[in-house]
């Protein structure tokens, strides 16, 4: 899942979230934003439930970004439980972010993968990505992503592209992922959600996911921090 700008901030240090998202985030849902971290940093707690083809299907992600002194450190922790066996991975990555002229704030961001994958050796991983994003109207932004993720069995392609709305109580967002993989690994994934911070400095997220080329659905759920709160 991307993050979105926060309001009244200049274009390259606003709310930062995931992709999905990261993150990614791989198949780990991503957070590929590309703004600077905010003061304080960002922290997001999500887990997923649901099925994929009739299994039942677990995913959980811990994101962390804080600004350090060569650019924004990402800190990635995901695992996931489903009919192919349990998957940990664990990730670090640095964040470059800059104006361009086609884009608010565009970004490189480039990192190295712990796995550990059920009935296999564990292994290592790299990614790199870069990432664009646009700020207009009263809150809306936009994110697009594009990433390659080498492992043992080669190179996998991966993009995404966010569409959002943010203000100083909430944050809501769809979302489309499509990441290859190891066999089986891969996919094509919509997903919608809405963090509700309201006067609190954590903020809980609720949305849903769906597989658009395979038969998945899951809902979720989340704990943000305020971006740069206590």
Do not use: N
């Amino acid at each position: 899942m991307a993050g979105a700008p926060a309001q009244a901030r200049p274009a390259v240090s606003g709310l930062r979230g995931l992709s999905v998202l990261v993150l990614g985030l791989l198949p780990t849902p991503a957070a590929a934003s590309p703004w600077e971290a905010p003061d304080g940093g960002q922290t997001i707690v999500q887990v997923w439930v649901g099925d994929e083809e009739g299994r039942p299907e677990t995913e959980a992600q811990f994101y962390r970004e804080a600004r350090g002194p060569f650019g924004t450190q990402v800190t990635k922790f995901w695992a996931q439980d489903d009919s192919l066996g349990r998957t940990f991975e664990a990730s670090v990555a640095l964040r470059r972010s800059s104006s361009v002229p086609l884009a608010d704030v565009a970004a490189v961001e480039a990192g190295v993968i712990a796995i550990a994958r059920e009935g296999l050796d564990p292994g290592f991983g790299a990614e790199a990505r870069v990432s664009a994003g646009w700020t207009w109207g009263p809150g809306l932004y936009a994110v697009a992503d594009l990433a390659g993720r080498a492992e043992e069995e080669g190179v996998s392609p991966r993009w995404g592209a966010t569409l959002g709305r943010s203000d100083a109580r909430s944050l809501a967002f769809v979302q489309v992922r499509y990441e290859e993989g190891p066999p089986g690994r891969g996919f094509e994934r919509a997903e919608a959600a809405l963090v509700w911070f309201g006067d609190r400095p954590w903020g809980v997220q609720i949305g849903v996911r769906a597989g658009l080329a395979h038969d998945e659905q899951a809902f979720t759920i989340g704990l943000w921090r305020r971006p740069g709160g206590p």
